[in-house]
């Protein structure tokens, strides 16, 4: 019977959310609310889309069968090149990434979406680097036919709202939006980062006109569909577009940093 549920896991996409809302007693650093919203909304997405969906506390989910593409969402407070578990302790990226460099993992494409700050600066909006992720150090940490897709760039905060961060529901919108689905991931990746740098923008007294600019760091050798609908005898059903908030609670409610 296990080994029966192993081939029918393996005949679908996974996606693995690794999300962290609240850390420790005695961990300092700030609640989350808006990670439960990402959860839900990134499972009903995902699994409308035909991926197998968990929520996870880890990554132990690199040596179990998988279809044509596994997607992982790592959501929690970062810094440059990591990202803090709920115990407060560091987890290096490049230790992640070198978790998929095996061979159950081998050609299949690999989708990373990291929803956490690298740093503390602020964007104003102005040109901030590339749009591309160009350190040599965490690239070379990334296994092939891999892309990474972090919410902001090297240096800079990444916002969180309590209705969800702006990144992934953001990239939950296009998903749910007819005519993305069926983009090649780098294209999909670049309407995510012009839908973000150019609708996104803080309010509150602190943060408001403060901008996010994601970048995508990517090993692919191939072009990728991870997200494509079936043809139309297959009987999938178009999904309404949302919108990323309420403008009621907008009004409301004020950002702060991931």
Do not use: W
Not at 122 to 127: A, N, R, S
């Amino acid at each position: 019977m296990l080994q029966r549920k192993r081939l029918m896991d393996g005949d679908r996409n996974r996606a693995v959310v690794v999300s962290v809302a609240r850390y420790n007693p005695g961990v300092p650093l700030k609640p989350r609310p808006g990670a439960k919203k990402d959860e839900k909304r990134l499972h009903r997405t995902l699994s409308r889309l035909g991926f197998k969906v968990e929520l996870h506390s880890d990554l132990s989910e690199s040596r179990r069968p998988v279809k044509d593409c596994f997607l992982a969402v790592l959501s929690s407070h970062g810094e440059e090149g990591c990202v803090f578990g709920a115990d407060g302790q560091p987890v290096h990226l490049s230790r992640i990434f070198t978790y998929f460099d095996n061979d159950y993992m081998e050609r299949k494409a690999k989708l990373f979406l990291i929803q956490a700050c690298r740093g503390d600066d602020l964007d104003d909006g102005v040109e901030v680097d590339s749009a591309v992720e160009s350190s040599s150090s965490q690239y070379l940490s990334v296994p092939i036919d891999t892309a990474v897709m972090y919410a902001t760039a090297p240096g800079y905060g990444a916002f969180m709202h309590p209705l969800g961060s702006v990144f992934l529901q953001t990239f939950c919108t296009l998903l749910e939006e007819e005519g993305n689905r069926n983009l090649e991931l780098t294209r999909l990746m670049t309407r995510l980062s012009h839908r973000v740098a150019y609708t996104f923008q803080a309010k509150g007294r602190v943060l408001g006109g403060k901008k996010e600019m994601p970048c995508l760091l990517t090993r692919l050798t191939r072009e990728v569909f991870p997200f494509a609908e079936p043809e139309k005898d297959g009987g999938t059903t178009g999904i309404s577009a949302t919108e990323l908030v309420d403008p009621e609670n907008v009004r409301r409610r004020t950002h702060s940093i991931s």
